[in-house]
């Protein structure tokens, strides 16, 4: 079953075009992963997902459901993120007592064992808590809710190394016991490349790739050898990324992951050094604006 689906999904604040065009859609019981740079429109995707803003253009469903004011999705959907606000009058105690009378799904055990593993006070508030605090209470009460969309937006914010890594085995011990919809942005791949089935990869409010972690893992490799024999072996091939060392007269090139096994083997023999390209760096160059990255500013006619 398809939780959520976009057709052509368009939305503008002013003349801006922050969301272009957008069509996708995520499986139900699913973590996708949402990466993208600072300011690609994760947030804004995000925000129209879970029905806060309303779509300039195109199709949205949620559960079948326009998302926009939608009693149905607000009650089986959550967004954590930074921006998240109690009223001050509320103890952090009290804001569970809040969720779980909003919440159908809501696990009052859970949340009290990580209120506890935490060393979170019941009678502390959340609008004094520190940006790391505040995050990870956050987080406890996007675990405990279990609704069947959970959206963490860059949930880690302020957290120290240690609390992140519970953070994320939390996440996926809670996933494998009771499995939902969740989608989890950051533009940080590597730290939660682990946990994800799906990626979709966001650049200036576009889909620039969605497909399955494992299938991104294998997307690119890259080839580093003499620069005419490198030259001669890519020429057509779909180049991402290249470096040159002038000096020791190599080339790197990364590209799409198309030559056949006997080329690669090829290569090896004749000294080119072969090599898989993380998921992380396969974000990178698809977002690079240049495919030679910051070594084009030291290039003295690249911005001519």
Not at 86 to 115: H, K, M, S, V
Not at 152 to 160: A, H, K, R, V, Y
Not at 195 to 208: P, R, S, Y
């Amino acid at each position: 079953m398809i939780a959520v689906s976009c057709q052509e999904l368009t939305k503008y604040f002013g003349k801006n075009r922050i969301l272009n065009e957008m069509s996708f859609s995520i499986q139900e019981n699913t973590i996708t992963g949402i990466i993208g740079r600072n300011g690609a429109g994760k947030t804004s995707l995000l925000k129209t997902i879970a029905g806060y803003w309303r779509s300039s253009a195109g199709e949205i469903k949620v559960f079948g459901h326009d998302p926009f004011n939608s009693l149905e999705v607000s009650a089986n959907c959550i967004m954590i993120d930074d921006g998240m606000y109690f009223q001050e009058t509320l103890g952090l105690w009290d804001i569970f007592e809040w969720a779980e009378a909003f919440y159908p799904n809501w696990d009052q055990g859970l949340a009290e064992r990580l209120f506890a593993y935490f060393q979170f006070q019941r009678y502390w508030a959340h609008h004094n808590l520190s940006k790391g605090n505040k995050s990870t209470f956050n987080m406890i009460v996007g675990l405990a809710s279990r609704c069947a969309l959970t959206i963490f937006d860059e949930p880690t914010i302020g957290m120290d190394a240690s609390v992140r890594a519970d953070f994320y085995r939390a996440l996926l011990k809670d996933y494998l016991a009771h499995p939902r919809t969740i989608l989890l942005s950051s533009h940080h791949l590597e730290e939660v490349e682990h946990l994800l089935e799906d990626v979709m990869l966001i650049d200036q409010g576009t889909c620039k790739l969605h497909m399955p972690i494992d299938e991104l893992q294998m997307y690119a490799i890259s080839i580093e050898g003499p620069a005419d024999l490198i030259r001669e072996w890519t020429d057509g091939c779909e180049t991402m990324h290249e470096q040159k060392n002038e000096l020791e007269r190599l080339h790197r090139i990364v590209l799409r992951n198309t030559i056949s096994g006997e080329a690669l083997e090829a290569l090896n023999s004749k000294g080119v050094e072969v090599a898989k390209v993380s998921a992380a760096d396969v974000c990178i160059y698809s977002t690079n604006a240049r495919k030679g990255g910051i070594d084009d500013v030291f290039t003295d006619d690249a911005f001519k």
